[in-house]
């Protein structure tokens, strides 16, 4: 069944539709942006203009304000009372004279003073009165400037104040009698009148400033913009003169509003218009792009190597005949079919085969390109390394085989092609191995990749560092021991007829020694190697262990007398039997004590201590020894393993010993450790499983 995939953007018919969406999408929101921009800038045009007026009308009415004060303040000097009160200078009735006059005029105060400024009578504001009373009112330093007849600006707190001075002359005297001066207070009353005549919000600023304002408060705007309470204000300041500046706000609510119709006016004229033209262009990319499915459907068959459905599809295209081009593709496509597939066919089994070879070798395979990048990884790779085939690929090289004892890129050690190399690296969980490497190039086309075939040599390398170490070793064994044989023999030979009983017996005893050295290594190497191969073997029986002690005491004798060295036995008074081989037994027991011996310091105490357990017995070995630290104590018994005591006193050895301790005591059945003596150095311990025994009357049978 035939599936059209709509949102398969790759596909010919959806491009176009995508395409013609998109150019139609475009257009509109060019045409839609500009229609809004012109309309947007038309608007504020008018919105500047409205401003500018309202500035001129605001101008207009400040000077119709200042007139009036000029005038009021000249006919006010000019009435007679004025004239007869300031001559017979009284002025409590001045000041009732311009109480009530200034309550007939606008002017908020009114201010009469002498000629030498000192204030006579003042009636109104009583801030006024306090401004005008602090600043002298003389012609030549009113309000600290040169005061004319116009108006001029003054400030008292946070209120501005329009004054006019004017002088009081009379008609008898040649000299003036004082001064008037008529202040009007810039406040929010004042502001709001003027917005009321305006319909422009104003705010007052005294050398920048605020003093008051018409609106709720003093706003806050920049680039001539601000908003109040969620209202727009477009803003243009008026300067007054004298330090005063008033910031005129036009409200454009209704010009964001008619805007955002705007908008949406476009936005869904564009929207509509989109719609329509996208159903013709399905339409039309359906109708353009049917032959093309069907010939993608052909080729998709045909790489399916499905020839039935590929026939069927290329002759379902070729019947339509709507496009020529396409119609020509589909003939050659359908001559080339039979050995499409059959090439098809032969190169999927060539790459199953492929890589089902890669992944069944154990080795590890990896690819890398040109970058230094992970672009295959096999199974034996996973294996070998710890890493998943999904963590790695992608990665560079030195990413994931880190060099274990450089801080080198590993990149740097790679082999040339055609050679190997060993390279020691850190696996996923970061122990380290190392791996045998062998690099080849595969060419591809233009670029080339490199190909890792790599094995874990980790063991072959342990092996051999051990053998060298062992081999090293049992030469100084076997030669210290060797070389006292050889001496001690030679000087028998040489001098026997002339040496003393006592000197022939020391000779004898170092020659005892020698074989005893000799005898336990050849007995550890042995009990080794029959643990190596598997074949380890013990043959226990009933035991008294006080014999196994006393059998070993006589053998360890020469050893501890040539070093000063004795025994403390702690043993019950009664001993149990125990199942345990005695001549392996003997063995654990004799390196135990040799151990003690070789790592205590000479005239010092060794301790053998026994004690019954409720299963077993358990003996104590403990030396005045240094101590072995916590962290050895974990592989003390493993092969090849020897304290930092031994490499510090040189002491000879191969670390077989305790590994054969431990393998003859598990066997028997019982078990061994180590601990720190309670007065200084260390305690070697095991135990030996006791011997069953079964009483009847007076007859006893033990057994194991």
């Known amino acids: 069944m035939k599936k059209y995939q709509f949102w398969n953007f790759r596909s010919f018919s959806n491009r176009v539709m995508l395409s013609l969406i998109i150019l139609v999408l475009v257009v509109l929101v060019i045409v839609g942006s500009f229609s809004i921009w012109l309309a947007r800038e038309q608007l504020e045009h008018q919105v500047w203009s409205q401003l500018t007026q309202g500035a001129l009308a605001t101008h207009a009415l400040y000077e119709v304000r200042q007139q009036d004060l000029v005038e009021t303040a000249q006919l006010f000097v000019e009435r007679p009372t004025l004239q007869i009160l300031l001559l017979a200078e009284d002025y409590a009735a001045l000041d009732e004279y311009l ?37 002298p009112c003389a012609p030549a330093v009113a309000l600290d400037r040169q005061i004319t007849e116009g108006a001029v600006w003054a400030e008292s707190g946070a209120t501005i104040w329009l004054s006019v001075y004017q002088v009081v002359a009379s008609d008898q005297e040649a000299e003036p009698l004082g001064g008037v001066v008529l202040g009007m207070a810039v406040d929010s009353m004042f502001a709001q009148q003027l917005a009321s005549q305006t319909g422009i919000e104003h705010t007052f600023f005294w050398y920048g400033e605020p003093t008051t304002t018409s609106l709720a408060e003093v706003p806050v705007w920049e680039n001539r913009k601000f908003s109040q309470g969620g209202i727009p204000y477009y803003a243009l300041s008026l300067n007054l003169g004298g330090g005063v500046t008033d910031y005129l706000a036009l409200n454009v609510q209704d010009l964001t509003t008619m805007q955002r119709h705007l908008v949406r006016v476009v936005t869904g004229s564009g929207l509509g218009t989109l719609a329509v033209i996208s159903l013709l262009g399905i339409y039309f990319a359906r109708w353009l ?83 230094g990048q992970i672009m295959f990884f096999n199974r034996g790779a996973e294996h070998i390394t710890g890493w998943q085939r999904v963590e790695v690929l992608g990665k560079r090289f030195p990413q994931v085989f880190e060099l274990a004892e450089s801080e080198r890129s590993s ?93 022939i017996r020391e000779l004898l005893n170092a020659i005892h020694l020698s074989v005893l050295g000799l005898q336990a290594l050849i007995n550890n190497l042995l009990e080794g190697a029959s643990i190596e191969a598997g074949e380890f073997r013990v043959h226990v029986r009933p035991v008294a ?64 201590a026994v004690t019954l357990e409720r299963e077993s017995l358990r003996v104590n070995v403990t030396d005045h020894g240094k101590g072995i ?73 033990i057994g194991c």
């Open 411 to 503: 990149s740097a050690y790679l082999p040339a092609p055609g050679e190997h190399c060993k390279l020691a690296v850190l696996l996923a969980d970061g122990q380290p191995a190392t791996l045998a490497v062998t690099r080849a190039l595969l060419p591809l086309g233009d670029e080339s990749r490199i190909a890792l075939v790599f094995r874990d040599v980790s063991t072959e390398e342990v092996i051999h560092r051990m053998m060298g170490y062992f081999v090293a070793n049992l030469a100084h064994e076997f030669r210290t021991p060797l070389s006292g044989l050889a001496a001690s023999v030679e000087l028998l030979l040489d001098q026997i007829p002339y040496l003393s009983l006592a000197e």
């Open 545 to 608: 262990i006080a014999e196994i002690i006393t059998e070993t005491l006589h053998t360890m004798h020469p050893l501890l007398v040539k070093r000063g060295q004795w025994l403390t036995l702690d043993l019950p008074e009664s001993l149990p039997a125990v199942c345990a081989d005695l001549r392996r037994t003997e063995q654990v027991l004799v390196n135990l004590l040799s151990n003690a011996s070789k790592y205590g310091p000479d005239n010092a105490e060794i301790i053998i």
């Open 289 to 371: 792009g049917r032959p093309l499915t069907g010939l993608s459907e052909a080729a998709a068959a045909l790489q399916a190597a499905d020839a039935t459905v590929s026939s069927q599809a290329m002759s379902e295209v070729l019947h339509r005949g709507q496009i020529r081009e396409v119609a020509q593709v589909a003939r050659i496509l359908e001559t080339k079919q039979g050995d499409l597939v059959q090439v098809h066919q032969s190169l999927r089994q060539e790459k199953a085969w492929t890589k089902n070879l890669l992944e069944s070798i154990v080795e590890g395979i990896v690819t890398l390109d040109a970058g």
């Open 629 to 701: 630290p916590d962290e050895q104590k974990k592989i003390l018994f493993h092969r090849f393993v020897r304290t930092r005591e031994a490499y510090a006193q040189n002491q000879v050895g191969m670390g077989l010993g305790l590994s054969v301790v431990k393998a003859i005591v598990e066997a028997e059945g019982g078990a061994v450790g180590v601990m720190d003596a309670p007065s200084g150095g260390t305690t070697f311990w095991f135990t030996v499983p006791l011997a069953q025994q079964a009483a009847e009357g007076k007859n006893e049978s």
């Open 99 to 135: 109480e009530t006059f200034q309550g007939s005029v606008s002017p908020d105060s009114v201010l009469v003073c002498d000629i030498d400024g000192h204030m006579l009578g003042c009636g109104g504001d009583e801030s006024g009165c306090r401004l005008l009373a602090h600043q």
